[in-house]
């Protein structure tokens, strides 16, 4: 009879140590994922294009939501945005849900926050937007990106509220949409990671941190006075960031200009139909890529909102500098 301690399942000359780390087995193990920048290069993002979800909306302000929709026209703008995406060499996935979601589910940043080792779920604050994240949830998993946490108890968490400021640095907010417990979680599994967490109060009237706060570049960073916390400003000069601030709140809440997604180093992907705040961006050497979206608007979200960002490229220590491959 054989022994069976010399078996692989006893641990016999057969068994195989699983010895590496979850982080050094993303993209084979586990699927491409992985955020620790806001600036380097995208490479993947996670959309819902959405279905008839918006022809059921009859009151907007119910819904959350500025003015009624024409749904065939946001569905041709969102078209145009991850064609928009797919210009720029990203791959775009999308959230594909396999039941009627509720309107809101969009806005896909809302609802998930990437780490390099995967994903944390939201756990979005407003009841009309509640189960959204399992949505996200279910494709996460089906890509293979780990879910490393889901905000539980009476925490809430959305996505939009966390930003990077460097691998070894996040921001996150609190306000209407993510209340203490909620950060809390968030910081928690941030600081296993060795992540070293700033938090901040956002000021009343403030939706998001997305909404106050843009990276364009590793030293450059967008800001809308009165709205971005003064701790956070401080902290990203004292990081060495230069801020910027928008030059026109009217188009800031029009046409959300500040709502962009960053392509990579100065080259975003913005709103059209800020010309005041497109000639800004240029004017500090950032390639602007514009797509209409001013439909998609009418529901309080703008592109930043409805990107879910996946995967950007890895940051890598050289010479004791920072550097994207």
């Known amino acids: 009879m054989t022994d069976i301690l010399k078996t692989a399942a006893y641990g016999g000359a057969g068994w195989s140590p699983r010895t590496v780390s979850l982080r050094q087995e993303i993209g084979g193990v586990w699927g491409a994922c992985g955020v620790a920048t806001e600036w380097s290069p995208l490479k993947a993002v996670l959309l819902h294009r959405p279905g008839p979800e918006l022809?059921?909306?009859?009151?907007?302000?119910?819904?959350?939501?500025?003015?009624?929709?024409?749904?065939?026209?946001?569905r041709q703008q969102h078209d145009a945005l991850a064609q928009a995406y797919r210009d720029a060499g990203v791959t775009v996935h999308y959230v594909e849900p396999a039941e009627m979601p509720p309107p809101n589910l969009i806005f896909v940043a809302d609802l998930m926050f990437i780490t390099p080792e995967g994903a944390i779920v939201g756990r979005p604050a407003s009841t009309v937007r509640a189960g959204e994240e399992r949505f996200v949830a279910r494709r996460l998993a089906d890509l293979g990106v780990p879910i490393l946490r889901s905000v539980r108890g009476r925490g809430t968490f959305e996505g939009a509220d966390a930003l990077w400021i460097d691998p070894q640095t996040a921001l996150v907010a609190t306000g209407m949409r993510t209340n203490a417990e909620g950060a809390a979680q968030v910081a928690g599994l941030l600081r296993e990671m060795g992540v070293e967490v700033i938090q901040a109060g956002?000021?009343?009237?403030?939706m998001h941190l997305m909404g106050t706060l843009r990276f364009a570049d590793r030293d450059l960073a967008i800001a809308w006075p009165g709205?971005?916390?003064?701790?956070?400003?401080?902290?990203?000069?004292?990081?060495?960031?230069?801020?910027?601030?928008?030059?026109?709140e009217g188009e800031a809440k029009r046409g959300m200009s500040l709502n962009f997604v960053t392509l990579g180093p100065r080259r975003i992907l913005m709103a059209a139909g800020n010309p005041i705040t497109q000639a800004f961006y240029e004017d500090v050497g950032i390639a602007c890529q514009v797509v209409e979206v001013d439909e998609i608007l009418k529901a309080?979200?703008?592109?930043?909102?409805?990107?879910?960002?996946?995967e950007r490229e890895t940051i890598v220590n050289l010479s004791g500098r920072e550097r994207s491959r």
């Open 300 to 310: 309080a979200g703008g592109i930043g909102c409805a990107t879910g960002i996946v």
């Open 202 to 206: 956002l000021p009343y009237g403030a």
């Open 55 to 74: 022809e059921e909306v009859a009151d907007p302000d119910a819904a959350q939501m500025l003015a009624p929709l024409d749904a065939s026209r946001a």
């Open 227 to 248: 709205r971005v916390p003064y701790a956070v400003v401080a902290a990203l000069r004292a990081r060495g960031y230069t801020v910027l601030f928008i030059p026109d």
